[in-house]
Nanobody
């Protein structure tokens, strides 16, 4: 089982990044997918959530209207489009897979996002 995040990097305030999380080794379409982030010295927080079909999403208040989560079950990939980035968005971003029925969850290794001028 693997979840591999990519797309992080350094971006100026107001800029955009699109993160990807590629899944393998499990039935991706049976798992709810989430993005979390963890800033230095802070607890990991839930950023966005998407259901197995992709038709239902929800977001942390701090990113509503700026971030968008989506998934492509044919490509076993979940995305996080991040717009209007702020310095406080700086964190390591992780994807997580949670089995919709029954037990099972997996984490990716994380990708660093730094928002700075």
């Amino acid at each position: 089982v693997q979840l591999v995040e990519s797309g992080g990097g350094l971006v100026q305030p107001g800029g955009s990044l699109k993160l990807s999380c590629a899944a393998s080794g499990f039935t991706f379409s049976s798992y709810v997918m989430r993005w979390y982030r963890q800033a230095p010295g802070k607890e990991r927080e839930l950023v966005a959530n998407i259901n197995i079909g992709g038709g239902y999403t929800n977001y942390a208040d701090s990113v509503k209207g700026r971030f968008s989560i989506s998934r492509d079950n044919a490509k076993n990939t979940v995305y996080l489009q991040m717009n209007s980035l702020k310095p406080e968005d700086t964190a390591v971003y992780y994807c997580k897979a949670i089995r919709a029925i029954g037990k099972g969850e997996y984490w990716g290794q994380g990708t660093q996002v730094t928002v700075s001028s």
